[in-house]
């Protein structure tokens, strides 16, 4: 009878135990979901049926912040505000490289796409960009390898600036061009946005490119002479 007490006993006291351990975790469990939720940002939209710019699609106004000769004419925030006003959110930068097929970047040109991006950013617009080397048929083109050099000096500023683009125009050779046509869907948190790795990628196999985050949507588009 004493070992049956002291078996009974034992197993009064582990239950406690148990029952103390439960209640241990749910208060944890309870504070953990406070912390996290004190933590997240609410937003709540209103409804509204007024027309708005929509920054990633619709009508846009073009643009040649380096033209001919290498002629700087920079984008300003009052003429992209303008636009804005007008229903457009999106501006197609033509950077014509003619000046630069036989040799590398300037400083100046990577210092243009920043200060452009930064304007475009600035005024709330996204940038269709777009590289070519000639504006006119039976122009010539830079060599394949200024070409990939090129391409290798423009992504750093490019790929820091993603929050800003939302499309690139390819390729970079000929003035009548099949132009493959991709969409960039950057994280909106200011810390992830120029990481492409948290940019929104598409289901479908075969669209997503790590390395840019941009979605290849396999379609093109033609331009001839410069005109879409």
Known sequence: MHVISRSRHSARWMAGCLILLGLLLAVSGVIEHHAAASEQQIITYRASAENFP???????????????????????RSDLL???????AMVRTYYLLEP????????????????????????????VLR???NFGIGEPDAPLERVLQHIDQVT???RSNTDVIAFKA??????????????NLPDPAPTLNTRPEYGIRL???????????YNR????????????
């Open 54 to 76: 929509n920054p990633e699609r619709g009508v846009y106004i073009q643009r040649s912040p380096i033209w001919r000769n290498g002629e700087r004419i920079p984008l300003t």
């Open 82 to 88: 303008r636009a804005r006003s007008q229903g457009m």
């Open 100 to 127: 630069y097929r036989n040799q590398s970047l300037p400083q100046s040109v990577i210092d243009y796409l920043q200060a452009d991006f930064a304007t475009a950013r600035e005024a709330g617009v996204k940038i």
């Open 131 to 133: 590289f070519a080397y």
């Open 156 to 158: 750093p500023v490019i």
């Open 170 to 183: 390819q390729p970079y050779i000929g003035c009548a061009n099949a132009l493959e046509v991709l969409l």
């Open 203 to 213: 289901a479908n196999e075969g669209m997503w490119e790590p390395s840019t985050g």
């Open 217 to 228: 949507l396999l379609a093109t588009v033609t331009v001839r002479n410069g005109v879409l």
